[in-house]
């Protein structure tokens, strides 16, 4: 069994911030990429950003210079700082790992429960 467990959504004022993390766990042999996705209501889950095994971050460009996505090895676990949030950024954002589960030979894609960003305006 592998979860991933997102925490850290909620309400903010246009302007403001918010950190999102998202923890894996379980019979995890490697975590490859990890990623952040959102959807908004009555659109299509987009990617916001992802990050390499090595620290390599890509951003969609919606969020560049305002997201910084980072991960924590040792922990499983994969941040995305939000600062500057417009109205626009609200949805539900969606944590993903590309994982290889403890005994097998392929690596296939996680993804958490989702947690709501609402940005105010």
């Known amino acids: 069994q592998v979860q991933l467990v997102e925490s850290g959504g909620g309400l903010v004022q246009a302007g403001g911030s918010l950190r999102l993390s998202c923890a894996a766990s379980g019979s995890i042999f490697r975590i490859n990429n990890m990623g952040w996705y959102r959807q908004g209501l009555g659109k299509q889950r987009e990617l916001v950003a992802v990050i390499t095994n090595g620290g390599t971050p890509n951003y969609a460009d919606s969020v560049k210079g305002r997201f910084t996505i980072s991960r924590d090895n040792a922990k499983n676990t994969v941040y995305l700082q939000m600062n500057s949030l417009k109205s626009d950024d609200t949805a539900v954002y969606y944590c993903?790992?590309?994982?290889?589960?403890?005994?097998?030979?392929?690596?296939?894609?996680?993804w958490g429960q989702g947690t709501q960003v609402t940005v105010s305006s």
């Open positions: 993903m790992a590309i994982l290889q589960r403890s005994g097998t030979y392929y690596a296939t894609d996680y």
